[in-house]
């Protein structure tokens, strides 16, 4: 079956950095793409970065370019997301998700890990 599991998230300071990893399993993790997306209370689901099969070609939010950078090791089955010039508005559960092109939809998604920009 079909696992994608999130961690790396805790809390951490404005300016700060997090790496989230998303490690997958149950599926061919090469010949997908991948993203990041975010939730934050009292608001919508957000599309933060995707990645196609190879890794050559990464795609984020307007609100995040510049400061996250996505990757991943497909030898190792895994995605990451490396957050620096972390800002109390990137507080959110994130979560990782498997698709079949930039505008597909997500057709499986991790459990969610919690990321906290706090003083």
């Known amino acids: 079956q079909v696992q994608l599991v999130e961690s790396g998230g805790g809390l951490v300071q404005p300016g700060g950095s997090l790496r989230l990893s998303c490690a997958a399993s149950?599926?061919?993790?090469?010949?997908?793409?991948m993203s990041w997306r975010r939730q934050a209370p009292g608001k919508g689901p957000e599309w933060v970065s995707g990645?196609?099969?190879?890794?050559?070609?990464?795609r984020y939010a307007d609100s995040v370019k510049g400061r996250f950078t996505i990757s991943r090791d497909n030898a190792k089955n895994t995605l990451y997301l490396q957050m620096n010039s972390l800002k109390a508005e990137d507080t959110a559960l994130y979560y990782c998700?498997?698709?079949?092109?930039?505008?597909?939809?997500?057709?499986?998604w991790g459990q969610g890990n919690q990321v906290t920009v706090s003083s």
């Open positions: 149950g599926f061919t993790f090469s010949n997908y793409y």
């Open positions: 990645i196609n099969p190879g890794g050559g070609l990464t």
């Open positions: 998700a498997r698709a079949t092109g930039w505008g597909a939809t997500s057709d499986y």
